[in-house]
């Protein structure tokens, strides 16, 4: 009536493990940070691939929900000026916790091989 549940092997467990790896190492978390005056609002804008990491523009779009662009008063010369100046209050940072989280995975992974290797050349004839 019951079936009994098996433990995966340690290959299946350690395909899953690099697995995982390998997708948070290539799609990590950003966010955008904002600081001005005491104030510092931070956001996640998501996980994107490596090659193609959020800019500065959306960054300050997920924080304040409007164009890094949207001034509208003064010559193109101060509209310029003013964006420079609010983007450049606005960065895009990966997300320092899924950093070391990946360490860690890194250093069980690591250690899962060793075991594993340790075991194969243990059963081999010499």
Do not use: C
């Amino acid at each position: 009536m019951f079936r009994q549940l098996t433990m995966p092997g340690p290959k299946h467990v350690l395909a899953l493990a690099a697995a995982v790896f390998l997708l948070m190492v290539f799609f990590p978390p950003y966010f955008g940070v904002y600081d001005q005056a005491g104030s510092n609002l931070h956001t996640p804008l998501g996980w994107h691939p490596i090659w193609n990491q959020p800019s500065q523009a959306d960054a300050y779009r997920a924080i304040h929900g409007e164009s890094h662009d949207s001034v509208l008063a003064g010559s193109a010369a101060e509209r310029s000026r003013v964006i420079e100046e609010r983007l450049a209050l606005t960065r895009v940072g990966f997300n320092k916790v899924m950093f070391v989280f990946q360490v860690v995975v890194v250093a069980l992974v690591a250690s899962a091989v060793a075991v594993i290797v340790g075991r194969l050349r243990g059963r081999q004839p010499e």
